[in-house]
């Protein structure tokens, strides 16, 4: 071979490398867009193309098997996760709430959940340590102790664990028995149990016995007849219901000397009247549409475009005898709910108590503001969440599929989100877990008594809007800046669904009598809560 010969395949060999490495440089970039350093072409855009077609825009397909290492060094296949609706019920008692508390360390039925999930293999270790990286919401907050028939997890879940035939039964065994998971349904990828719940149905039951005026040597029964005679001075006599200042017939076979334990003992003996069940009828079915319920959450003022709520629907069971004490139960169906819909039932219990005439809520509803205390958790009960328009869209989806579907097309089935198919099962939980519950509490502890005498020993002037005419007085109404003197202060034990070992009426001072300094012992003060904490709070 002569020198030049030799000259040219040389520089045909630099040639073809340079080529080659030129290769290599592309690939890399293509196969790594994220690297800072890399350059982007036509490709990578194919590519992506190729991998979305056939698939919507603004959808996600679910995630595919990717290597995984194993603590041995070996590659192991991750587990694919599928969007998920978990339909679960719980008792509250013992609970910090429904939502994640992960970082204040405190015991939630979501943090048992999540943990549970994580001990059956539905969500992977790498996952294990933040609910935020399997989109975990859940379709109703609840307040702590607050129990709930139904509500609903949406989530990333794997739903193919090796070794477990099935995964309901196996998540239930690593729940404690007070949280069950009844089943769980695939849904679309775009599924969130907040966003696409359309309504929320709630039920709060309560001793008849609330419906019994205050006593009359009590601070709240002497403001009330003072207000009374003020305004009945100032108006024609006729036309003016002096009901609310007669002795209503219980405190008249009563000494008013008798004592807390005596008088609850009478209580529980009592039963309201077909009037009395029709008075509540009347007063919550004024909630019915929509209005600003600005008076009935914390943190909103009047102008706030979320105060306006649609209650759908509203049902009063008549009362039933369960051991030695009455009973009611209203059910509240509503769009949305403020924080908390345990105003809306205190309103109307004291609106019953006082011969309040039922023109107060829609004053209510008005720019002045007042204080609403709220009644016991311990009463609350979330019956399940709905999803009417989700599960109207699966329907059409699923209709379209046709008789002879292939494989894919079928796996894009996906069921509706209801929970009477799980109803014998819910009945027997809700019996067990949170009415027998509810009343053994009740019978122990004289809860919901202790809350009321707690308002009737307060004598100031915040509740006097609850009078023989349903006027909204000025020196009720609440002045943003302003200091109020002699203000209600509730208890904070009446949030709690759990309770000391000691009695509600062992301590005069838990019940709300005034302490010597004058002011209540035991505060409970409304903050001001963050308006995107108060959003994701309420339901």
């Known amino acids: 071979m002569s020198d030049e010969t030799a000259k040219r395949a040389l520089d045909a060999d630099s040639a073809a490398s340079a080529r080659h490495a030129k290769k290599s440089r592309t690939h890399e970039s293509t196969e790594n867009p994220s690297d800072p350093t890399s350059s982007t072409n036509g490709k990578s855009g194919k590519r992506k193309l190729a991998r979305n077609a056939g698939r919507r825009r603004g959808t996600r397909a679910d995630d595919p098997p990717l290597p995984q290492d194993g603590e041995d060094g070996e590659k192991k296949q991750r587990r694919p996760k599928r969007a998920c609706a978990l339909l679960i019920g719980f008792s509250g008692t013992g609970y910090f709430g429904m939502q994640s508390q992960r970082n204040a360390g405190l015991k939630t039925i979501e943090g048992t959940l999540f943990d549970a999930l994580v001990r059956a293999g539905a969500v992977s270790e790498d996952n294990a340590d933040d609910p935020v990286k399997v989109n975990l919401q859940r379709a109703a907050r609840t307040d702590a102790g607050v129990h709930a028939a139904g509500n609903v997890v949406s989530i990333r879940m794997i739903t193919a664990v090796p070794d477990v035939p099935d995964l309901v039964a196996k998540i239930n065994e690593e729940l404690p028995p007070e949280i069950r998971l009844w089943g769980f349904v695939r849904t679309q990828n775009s599924f969130n149990a907040r966003v696409s719940c359309d309504s929320r149905k709630y039920t709060y039951f309560f001793p008849s016995y609330l419906f019994i005026p205050p006593k009359p040597d009590s601070g709240f029964a002497k403001a009330l007849q003072e207000t009374n005679v003020k305004l009945r001075a100032g108006a024609e006599t006729s036309g003016v219901d002096g009901a609310a200042d007669e002795v209503h017939p219980f405190w008249k076979d009563s000494s008013l000397d008798s004592s807390p334990e005596e008088d609850l003992a009478r209580k529980r003996t009592w039963r309201c009247s077909l009037q009395d069940v029709e008075r509540f009828r009347t007063a919550v079915n004024k909630y019915l549409g929509s209005h600003n319920f600005h008076n009935f959450t914390v943190g909103r003022e009047y102008k706030d475009p979320s105060n306006r709520r649609v209650m759908k629907a509203i049902e009063v069971s008549d009362p039933v005898v369960y051991g030695d004490t009455e009973w009611i139960s209203v059910m509240l169906h509503g769009q949305s709910f403020m924080l908390h819909q345990r105003k809306m039932v205190c309103v109307a219990v004291m609106m019953c108590r ?49 008789k002879d579907a292939n494989p894919e097309q079928l796996d894009a089935i996906r069921p509706i989100i209801d929970f009477e198919q799980f109803r014998p099962q819910i009945d027997a939980f809700k019996q067990h877990y949170i009415y027998d519950n509810m009343r053994t509490h009740e019978d122990r502890e004289g809860v919901f008594d202790g809350w009321i005498r707690s308002i009737d020993a307060y004598a100031g002037p915040d509740l006097q809007y609850f009078n023989h005419k349903g006027a909204v007085l ?23 669904t759990t309770f000391p070992v000691a009695s509600a009426l062992d301590d005069e001072a838990e019940a709300g009598v005034i302490n010597d300094d004058g002011e209540p012992d035991n505060e409970d003060e409304e903050t001001e809560i963050d308006k995107k904490l108060l959003v994701d709070m309420e339901g």
């Open 474 to 496: 000025p020196t009720c109404v609440i002045i943003k800046g302003e200091i109020r003197h002699s203000s209600f202060k509730e208890k904070k034990k009446f949030n709690s």
């Open 354 to 402: 006082t011969s309040t005439p039922p023109s107060l809520i829609p004053e209510l509803y008005g720019q002045r503001k007042v204080t609403v205390p709220k009644a016991p958790a311990l009463g609350l009960l979330l019956e399940y969440p709905v999803f009417e328009n989700y599960n109207r869209k699966v329907e059409d989806l699923n209709g379209k599929i046709p």
